[in-house]
């Protein structure tokens, strides 16, 4: 493949068209770019290099990889890749690339009934971008059938919520590390965007060990001056649940409670039914379907909250959400600022409380301890593996 990759060169960029399909994708005719979104824009369409672009929660990130993808499609050039963590993402992400007439197709575990559909469509052209989550990468699989199709045609590869990188990539994710190897298979000088709104020192040398030196970051301001954060120290899981109820009696729109753990989402969920509230409990346990019908469900404003561990969590984009509530503590500082950034994108206030609890710790400490395999677990994993090659091959395949 290394012969046949061909360089895509400069791309001369349509302001007009950029406006037009930004206005198409917010659904507003007057509506004008924000600060440093069309200068990103810009670059990737005429400037082959790698960029990190670091702007708040809710300030259009994906609004940069969608025109740039479908400017360069209207120019001639190849079909974009994107990176993407989790499927309640991609699903948001497919909805919007669809407002502006971006082609985009996933291949993921919730539509494997699809995937021949999707790869003949790759093959004959007709998609112009690939949504596939980063454990797809490590599938021999997908880059015999689908990435040795496409790979010398991919004119952007973009890698969503970056700091995955960094913050998961060591244990959570780790094969976002994989995209630098696969970096070889694409033309010479592919546009490659990483978007994130999280990304301090650290990340952005995990960043450039991951996609390459010479990266040019844009960093915006981070405020979000439409949301209002409290921070309530209760201890009690009683309390913090009292008073869950009567703040949401309180609260006007919809939104998002976050929870640690799905046992936390089922009791909780529960208790505000019982209470008379429209909730739900949104859990990476549920089935596809399940996911989507609750994601549309808050989108529409027919329930009042749902009740999410970090299954409903980067990405998700519902501009007029109007409150976030942590029941407990986040695992970090990034999944706070992540969460909390659901709220007030398209509203002019918002609120976002964080409720603290004495088990916030032992949860924590759970996860730590958990997070490996012991040795002896590891060692029956080699030994199921080796037993039975074509069979984890083909799981791997459907799960990722």
């Not at 824009?41 to 960029?51: A, D, H, L, N, Y």
């Not at 379907?289 to 027919?302: A, M």
């Amino acid at each position: 493949m290394a012969d046949t990759r061909s360089p895509i060169g400069r791309i001369e960029y349509d302001a007009s068209r950029a406006l037009q399909l930004l206005r198409a994708g917010v659904g507003q005719p007057d509506i004008e770019f924000r600060d440093g979104q069309e200068g990103a824009i810009r670059q990737m369409v005429e400037e082959p290099g790698r960029s990190l672009v670091v702007e708040r929660t809710g300030w259009g990130k994906s609004f940069v990889y969608f025109i740039s993808a479908k400017l360069l499609r209207e120019a001639g050039a190849g079909p974009t890749l994107l990176i993407s963590p989790l499927l309640s993402l991609m699903r948001n992400q497919i909805d919007a690339a669809q407002r502006m007439g971006v082609t985009a197709e996933t291949i993921n575990s919730s539509n494997s009934d699809l995937w021949a559909n999707v790869v003949s469509r790759i093959r004959s052209d007709e998609v112009d971008i690939l949504l596939i989550s980063p454990e797809r990468l490590a599938n021999e699989q997908f880059r015999n059938e689908v990435l040795a199709e496409i790979g010398d045609r991919v004119t952007m590869l973009v890698v969503d919520e970056a700091h995955c990188v960094s913050d998961w990539g060591h244990d959570f994710r780790p094969d976002y590390r994989r995209i630098a190897r696969l970096l070889p298979l694409f033309p010479r000088n592919i546009r490659v965007l990483a978007t994130t709104a999280t990304a301090n020192r650290r990340v952005v040398q995990d960043l450039e060990e991951a996609l390459g030196p010479n990266l040019r970051v844009q960093r915006g301001d981070l405020a979000r001056p439409s949301l209002s954060l409290q921070t309530i120290r209760m201890p009690s899981r009683a309390r913090r649940m009292a008073w869950v109820a009567r703040r949401l009696s309180e609260l006007d729109g919809s939104g998002i409670i976050y929870v640690l753990t799905v046992r936390d989402a089922i009791q909780l969920s529960n208790w505000l039914k019982h209470q008379g509230f429209n909730v739900h409990a949104y859990t990476g346990s549920l089935e596809s379907d399940e996911r989507v019908r609750l994601e549309r469900s808050l989108l529409k404003n027919e329930v009042k909250a749902l009740v999410a561990t970090t299954a409903l969590g980067m990405g998700f984009d519902k501009p007029d959400l109007r409150f976030v509530i942590h029941f407990q503590v986040p695992q970090s500082i990034i999944h706070y600022y992540q969460q909390v950034g659901r709220a007030g994108r398209g509203v002019n206030q918002a609120y976002g409380v964080l409720l603290g609890g004495s088990e916030d710790l032992n949860i924590q400490d759970y996860f730590i301890h958990s997070a490996f395999p012991t040795r002896d677990e590891a060692g029956q994993v080699l030994n199921a593996l080796e037993s039975a090659p074509m069979a984890c091959q083909s799981a791997a395949w459907r799960q990722s």
